[in-house]
């Protein structure tokens, strides 16, 4: 069994900055892609930022330059750094974690953290 566990979202005012975390544990090989995922009602979810194996990143044209994703392979954990937040930066926001187990590689999601941005 595999489990993410999100934790850091809230409320902050425009501007602000908040750091969401998303820790794996439980049995798998290894893990591959980690990334960031936010979804608003009534909408798609969308890619935030993801990061490979390596440290290569990738990010939505509506973050670049203000938020910054980064992982601790050590920990099984991937982080979100969020600056110069907008109020439609409002969401949902998931972590997704490419693992592998045997030989195949299967995506695992977290429950979603709130992130409010007030005007």
């Known amino acids: 069994q595999v489990q993410l566990v999100e934790s850091g979202g809230g409320l902050v005012q425009a501007g602000g900055s908040l750091r969401l975390s998303c820790a794996a544990s439980?049995?798998?090989?290894?893990?591959?892609?980690m990334g960031w995922y936010r979804q608003v009602p009534g909408k798609q979810r969308e890619l935030a930022a993801t990061?490979?194996?390596?440290?290569?990143?990738r990010y939505a044209d509506s973050v670049k330059g203000r938020f910054t994703i980064s992982r601790d392979s050590a920990k099984n954990t991937v982080y979100l750094q969020m600056n110069s937040l907008k109020p439609e930066d409002t969401a949902v926001y998931y972590c997704?974690?490419?693992?592998?187990?045997?030989?195949?590689?299967?995506?695992?999601w977290g429950q979603g953290t709130q992130v409010t941005v007030a005007s």
């Open positions: 997704k974690m490419l693992m592998r187990r045997g030989l195949l590689d299967y995506a695992y």
């Open positions: 990061i490979t194996t390596g440290g290569s990143t």
């Open positions: 439980g049995s798998f090989f290894s893990i591959n892609a």
